[in-house]
């Protein structure tokens, strides 16, 4: 039996037709290369069996001064901090106060409940906190609740846990306390066509988030050992370590921001923010004093800093890299370094134009520098000096799929242990949500793809590996296990039409013979032949590959031969290494 190797190169080729890329891989799911051979990554195992309300958008790990491990998590309506086994809810306060006498109505038989309050600024599913009120028709409106719906400027409703039981107009009491939560921010952009429709900053902190284009994102840093946060157009807060608490205002910072990110000199930085006069400027940048987050007024005795930057419509992002700061518009990277000499404190240059950034969380440090995705769909890695593109072989299937003006949504992390960036991604041809990835490696110089419901995720930091968040609120450790959350793990791997010789005659394929390296569960390969290009394939198999598995009869005669692998088990691992196969010419032209 004549065997020889069917070989492959390393990595993702999507933008070209399949039979252009032959001796490629030409579509993924959940697979890496690593020394230029293809494996299934790492499973994925939750974090704890509680989830969080909201879809999440921004996430930072750390540890405190006793190195007690912290996350903080940012979704489009809450703020959780994850400390020592246990999920808090620290969303900071919005409004407070004293609604007037018998605020609320209630009908028997019906546990909705209309609150009035005069302007009160208030969305669905808003919450909102109410004390000291007395009983009516039955029932007594107590503790937290989330807005059913808006009746006007002057009134809401919300869902008692109780129906009613007799109608009263106007009941409560005389001294009904309320508390707001801050307001909940969009799941999805608005803007209808594409990334960056309408003008950012629309409406002012604190309306309601129907005067947003933008979906809620959140810029997470500490300082020191607290957590400080920003979700875009919004103040900044500090949560201070306490499960019992809830993240404050810095009432001193900008009250409104992009994003915000602390120098390793201990500096709060704030970009596209209110100024000092007290107007937003999109183009800001204020940097706090040294080690004191509530001094933001720059003077001889102080090292906080405000200045314009000229460069696109909207400062979108900075990040503390190695040795310098680098700040991001919409259509350029800046370069932000301490010089420490007040009052200039830092010095700024420009290191690139078309080369900004399509969303807060779409650039990530890593090999000590920076990678990110720009609005016109090209990557980027900065390592010194000027902003290179990376050459991506996925790029025109991701660009031509991003769901239109949902750009926010597009999240980057490294993953160092392999050497790659990850940027998850809405696709389209799923919907507006999150669905899909495309990583790279930056070692090696090839890419990969793949499906996965991740609006959130960050590198092992803290941790001892990365963390990633679904939609539907779940924190999971991934690359630990082999299996989905104890599940079956599914993946897949396709390579490209490869030709028998020149295409010109008809070979038989007799087996195959797998090589594997620490496999785990079963697998799959199918072959599919064809006689033309156009023509319809011709499937064998799908043949079941076990760890001790030596050959597979096929039995498939072509002129073109496409291999596939796919499996769905748990536990599940699989590194490919040189397949072979039994091919001998039949002599046939057709």
Same mark, same amino acid.
């Given at each position: ?79 959780? #901090? ?212 509530? #001094? ?6 102080? #090292? ?287």
């Amino acid at each position: 039996m004549p065997l020889v190797k069917i070989p492959l190169l390393p990595g993702v080729f999507k933008d070209d037709t399949p039979l252009s890329a032959e001796g490629r891989w030409v579509d993924a799911d959940k697979v890496r290369f690593v020394m230029g051979m293809p494996q299934t990554i790492g499973g994925y195992e939750s974090v704890t069996t509680d989830t969080i309300a909201g879809i999440c958008r921004g996430i930072h790990t750390w540890a405190d001064a006793g190195g007690v491990r912290q996350i903080g998590l940012g979704t489009h309506s809450h703020l959780y #901090a994850y400390q020592g086994g246990t999920l808090a809810d620290i969303t900071p306060n919005g409004s407070a106060g004293t609604l007037g006498a018998d605020p609320f109505a209630v009908t028997a038989g019906s546990a909705t409940v209309t609150v009035t309050h005069t302007v009160h600024g208030r969305a669905r599913g808003d919450r909102v906190f109410f004390a000291g009120a007395a009983e009516g028709g039955g029932i007594t409106v107590a503790g937290e609740y989330a807005v059913a719906s808006v009746v006007d400027a002057d009134s809401y409703t919300i869902t008692h846990s109780s129906a009613a039981t007799s109608t009263d107009g106007t009941t409560g009491g005389a001294s009904v306390a309320y508390q707001y939560r801050i307001p909940n921010g969009l799941v999805d952009g608005l803007g209808g066509a594409g990334y960056g429709t309408g003008g950012y900053g629309g409406g002012t902190y604190g309306a309601a988030s129907t005067g947003d284009v933008f979906p809620r994102t959140w810029s997470l840093d500490n300082w020191g050992e607290h957590l400080v946060a920003c979700h875009r157009g919004g103040p900044i807060f500090e949560w201070r370590l306490s499960t019992a608490a809830r993240a404050e205002r810095i009432a001193e910072a900008p009250a409104r921001c992009a994003a915000i990110f602390v120098t390793p000199e201990r500096q709060l930085v704030a970009v596209g923010c209110t100024n000092l006069d007290g107007v937003f400027d999109p183009m800001c940048v204020r940097a706090s004093d040294i080690e004191d987050n509530t #001094a933001w007024t720059p003077s001889a005795a102080t #090292a906080a800093v405000q200045r314009v930057l000229a460069g696109g419509s909207r400062l979108v992002r900075g990040l503390a890299a190695r040795g310098i700061n680098l700040i991001w518009s919409d259509t350029h990277l800046f370069a932000m370094r301490y010089v420490g000499d007040p009052p200039l404190v830092f010095s700024f240059a420009t290191l690139g134009d078309n080369c900004g950034l399509i969303g807060p969380n779409a650039a990530t440090l890593a090999a000590g520098g920076a990678f990110w995705l720009a609005p016109n769909g090209q990557f980027f890695t900065w390592q010194g000096g000027a902003p290179q593109a990376i050459p991506c072989t996925l790029r025109r299937d991701v660009v031509d799929n991003i769901a239109a003006a949902q750009g926010d949504k597009v999240f980057a992390a490294s993953i160092t242990a392999f050497g790659e960036v990850w940027w998850f991604y809405p696709d389209a041809r799923d919907g507006a949500e999150v669905s899909r990835y495309v990583a790279h490696n930056y070692l090696e110089g090839h890419w990969t793809c793949g499906t996965f419901d991740r609006t959130a995720f960050t590198d092992a930091r803290a941790f001892e590996h990365p963390i990633g968040v679904s939609s539907k609120g779940t924190l999971y450790f991934h690359e630990r296990g082999f299996s989905a959350d104890g599940g079956a793990f599914s993946w897949r791997l396709d390579g490209a039409p490869m030709d028998i010789g020149d295409g010109d005659r008809l070979a038989h394929v007799g087996a195959l013979v797998p090589d594997t390296e620490d496999q785990q569960g079963a697998f799959a390969i199918t072959l599919s032949g064809r006689l033309y290009p156009p023509g319809a394939a011709r499937t064998a198999g799908p043949f079941t590959v076990h760890p001790g598995t030596t050959k597979i009869d096929t039995r498939v005669t072509a002129r073109q031969i496409a291999l596939g692998l796919s499996g769905s088990v748990a536990p599940c691992f699989m590194r490919l290494g040189a397949l072979r196969a039994d091919v001998r010419e039949t002599g046939q032209r057709r």
